[in-house]
């Protein structure tokens, strides 16, 4: 695990980190946690119109707009306000050569965490059966629900998030298995590895959790043919991509038994409009992309963490590889 040091304050007078992550109204809030990590660093908002363009060396963003990154000819890290980067790499005229960190924290696992475990116990209790019973008014007291230790999960990739997510499941007396790209070990939990062995873990698998990166071999995976290798009645977390899902197939699934729950919690498209068919299908537990949300101070201490690596010349943690696609 990165081992996080000091930054070098004196070294950053100057230099300055312009921000797109939370509109003008998180901008107080970024600033205050920047003044007490590097005090001297300085720090603009992405709209900022007095913002001089040769001293932007560092750019924590979400969504960038198209264009804007390739201005800064002294850029020289691009930091992710978001675990995933497919909002950055969207940009066709990125800077070429300039890292790209994705944004992992100590709270990021752990929210992922919570949220996966949530999910998990939801569905072995058979919460999205018992709000429709709530809201039809009826005394649904037949759905007990099953046992975790009675219950297979099978987590999507094993990175720094999924790692922690088999963790706590295990924990919390699920059965767990996990698929990676590659072979690993990981205490208490089955692993699979490589596209030989995935059929074999859905085939093991009653709830599914999706924590994938977003690659081109990625994308629409959680779709007919996934679907159909899963044991009848099994269930489904989606907390990778919104372009792993597809939705119709999902829909499909759950209308004609295939799957008898999910809990969804990233879209294609985003906020997912109010009358979408997710929101209103009686099997589909939708959130608003919150599972791995973390504070604006975790955030903060996590960039200058890796800004006083940046400074040092030491490795830099979380950085994007093209290669791997992650």
């Known amino acids: 695990m990165y081992r996080r040091e000091a930054p070098s304050p004196e070294v950053m007078q100057g230099d300055t980190l312009l921000i797109k992550s939370g509109g003008a109204a998180a901008l107080t809030e970024w600033q205050h946690h920047f003044a007490r990590l590097m005090p001297g660093l300085r720090v603009y908002g992405w709209d900022d119109p007095f913002v001089d363009a040769r001293n932007v060396k560092y750019a924590l963003v979400y969504q960038p707009d198209h264009g804007r990154l390739a201005h800064y000819p002294r850029l020289r890290l691009i930091l992710s306000?978001?675990?995933?980067?497919?909002?950055?790499?969207?940009?066709?005229?990125?800077?070429?050569?300039?890292?790209?960190?994705?944004?992992?924290?100590?709270?990021?696992?752990?929210?992922?965490?919570?949220?996966?475990?949530?999910?998990?116990?939801?569905?072995?209790?058979d919460i999205p059966a018992l709000i429709t019973a709530q809201r039809d008014g009826r005394w649904a007291n037949d759905l007990t629900g099953r046992l975790a230790h009675d219950t297979r999960v099978s987590v999507l990739g094993l990175g720094e998030l999924g790692s922690a997510v088999a963790t706590r499941l295990r924990a919390n007396g699920f059965q767990v298995n996990g698929w990676a790209r590659t072979p690993r070990?990981?205490?208490?939990?089955?692993?699979?590895?490589?596209?030989?062995?995935?059929d074999a873990l859905l085939a093991e698998t009653d709830i599914l959790v999706n924590l994938l990166p977003d690659t081109h071999a990625t994308r629409g995976i959680l779709g007919r043919k996934l679907f159909a290798q899963l044991p009848a009645g099994a269930s489904l977390i989606q907390v990778g991509r919104g372009v792993h899902?597809?939705?119709?197939?999902?829909?499909?699934?759950?209308?004609?038994?295939?799957?008898?729950?999910?809990?969804?919690?990233?879209?294609?498209?985003?906020?997912?409009?109010?009358?979408?068919?997710?929101?209103?299908?009686?099997?589909?537990?939708?959130?608003?992309?919150?599972?791995?949300?973390?504070?604006?101070?975790?955030?903060?201490?996590?960039?200058?963490?890796?800004?006083?690596?940046?400074?040092?010349?030491?490795?830099?943690?979380?950085?994007?590889?093209a290669a791997r696609g992650y």
């Not at 070990?185 to 995935?198: P, Y």
């Open 185 to 198: 070990l990981l205490t208490g939990v089955n692993v699979f590895a490589g596209e030989a062995q995935l």
């Open 81 to 125: 306000a978001a675990a995933g980067v497919d909002h950055i790499l969207a940009d066709p005229t990125l800077p070429t050569g300039v890292p790209i960190v994705r944004m992992v924290t100590e709270e990021t696992r752990e929210r992922m965490s919570d949220f996966v475990a949530f999910a998990a116990l939801a569905i072995v209790r």
């Open 245 to 321: 899902l597809d939705r119709q197939a999902l829909l499909d699934a759950l209308d004609s038994g295939r799957l008898r729950s999910a809990v969804v919690d990233v879209f294609d498209v985003e906020p997912l409009p109010p009358d979408d068919a997710l929101r209103r299908h009686p099997k589909i537990l939708v959130t608003p992309h919150i599972a791995s949300t973390v504070s604006y101070a975790a955030r903060a201490r996590q960039v200058a963490d890796v800004l006083g690596a940046h400074l040092r010349g030491a490795p830099l943690p979380f950085v994007y590889d």
